[in-house]
């Protein structure tokens, strides 16, 4: 007798346990996430002549750029312990993982709509996708800023091996910022171009082209600089990077806590919405 493999079974009327589901749908569906992130990855340059190399060419470009305009006003010798270029590649790599990766997220659920509506998949799945696939460019991009690092002979630390944790708690902050974007785009569409220009904001709050000694004499200039989220992630990140200024442990406690807070809020205010949003596509 031959014995038919298990089928799960949607059923509409189950509901949900808020924060419980929705982690067990990522790792229920975790060859899903890959499969989206491959795609991400493959389609987004299929076209392209340079392929993926774009993931490298393009935030180079944009370092270059910055790096010729700025060089002279904020890379003064004496300003930095480190080469400005290297400065600013680390700031610039970290604003671009952030505002991809959440309006990568905070978009993901309402351009997967023709395939939501066909079938069951738990919609945060394309969200959680989106985040894995933009920490996967910003992995990408990592390899010329070790180059000049090397080139410039400011090295490579062995702290280097670090640089996954804020990573990780990075994915957690543009997933959980994501999902509470995506759970008002499908009532406002207005709600991706408002998050564009807000994430924007928040880039230019962190000394990504600047440092940090330029506001120096202004402390609500400070206060509302280290009060940005993203300004722990950038300064660990640069102490584990290249061995930039050492990032205190309350600089990785406000990182860590910042990345579970996002991810808690925006789980738990998708899974008590997540019916109405479906039904909104």
Same mark, same amino acid.
């Given at each position: 007798?031959?014995?038919?493999?298990?089928?799960?079974?949607?059923?509409?009327?189950?509901?949900?346990?808020?924060?419980?589901?929705?982690?067990?749908?990522?790792?229920?569906?975790?060859?899903?996430?890959?499969?989206?992130?491959?795609?991400?990855?493959?389609?987004?340059?299929?076209?392209?002549?340079?392929?993926?190399?774009?993931?490298?060419?393009?935030?180079?470009?944009?370092?270059?750029?910055?790096?010729?305009?700025?060089?002279?006003?904020?890379?003064?010798?004496?300003?930095?312990?480190?080469?400005?270029?290297?400065?600013?590649?680390?700031?610039?790599?970290?604003?671009?993982?952030?505002?991809?990766?959440?309006?990568?997220?905070g978009s993901a659920i309402v351009n997967s709509r023709n395939v939501l509506i066909k079938i069951y998949i738990?919609?945060?799945?394309?969200?959680?996708?989106?985040?894995?696939?933009?920490?996967?460019?910003?992995?990408?991009?990592?390899?010329?800023?070790?180059?000049?690092?090397?080139?410039?002979?400011?090295?490579?630390?062995?702290?280097?091996?670090?640089?996954?944790?804020?990573?990780?708690?990075?994915?957690?902050?543009?997933?959980?910022?994501?999902l509470l974007i995506a759970s008002a785009a499908v009532y406002f569409?207005?709600?991706?171009?408002?998050?564009?220009?807000?994430?924007?904001?928040?880039?230019?709050?962190?000394?990504?082209?600047?440092?940090?000694?330029?506001?120096?004499?202004? &402390?609500? *200039?400070? =206060?509302?600089?280290? %009060?940005?989220?993203?300004? +722990?992630? !950038? @300064?660990?990140?640069?102490?584990?990077? /290249?061995?930039? &200024?050492? *990032?205190? =442990?309350?600089?990785? %406690?406000?990182?860590?806590? +910042?990345? !579970? @807070?996002?991810?808690?809020?925006?789980? /738990?205010?998708?899974?008590?919405?997540?019916?109405?949003?479906?039904?909104?596509?």
């Open positions: 007798m031959t014995t038919l493999p298990s089928t799960d079974v949607y059923d509409s009327d189950l509901r949900r346990r808020p924060l419980i589901t929705e982690f067990q749908n990522f790792w229920r569906y975790r060859g899903l996430i890959k499969l989206l992130v491959v795609r991400d990855l493959t389609v987004r340059y299929k076209r392209s002549v340079l392929g993926v190399w774009w993931t490298i060419l393009n935030p180079a470009l944009t370092i270059a750029v910055l790096w010729i305009v700025f060089s002279n006003f904020f890379g003064k010798q004496g300003e930095l312990d480190e080469p400005y270029i290297v400065y600013l590649t680390a700031g610039i790599l970290i604003a671009t993982y952030f505002t991809q990766g959440v309006i990568a997220a738990p919609p945060e799945i394309f969200s959680l996708s989106a985040g894995v696939a933009a920490a996967a460019h910003f992995i990408i991009s990592l390899v010329p800023m070790l180059l000049l690092q090397v080139l410039t002979g400011q090295g490579i630390p062995w702290t280097v091996i670090l640089v996954p944790i804020p990573l990780f708690f990075m994915l957690m902050l543009v997933t959980g910022l994501g569409r207005d709600v991706i171009d408002i998050a564009k220009v807000i994430t924007q904001l928040l880039n230019y709050l962190i000394p990504t082209f600047w440092t940090i000694d330029f506001i120096s004499d202004s &402390p609500k *200039a400070l =206060a509302l600089v280290e %009060g940005n989220p993203l300004y +722990s992630f !950038l @300064v660990v990140f640069r102490s584990w990077a /290249y061995g930039g &200024p050492d *990032a205190s =442990a309350w600089l990785v %406690g406000v990182m860590a806590m +910042s990345g !579970l @807070v996002a991810l808690t809020l925006g789980v /738990y205010v998708f899974s008590r919405n997540w019916r109405r949003v479906v039904v909104r596509l």
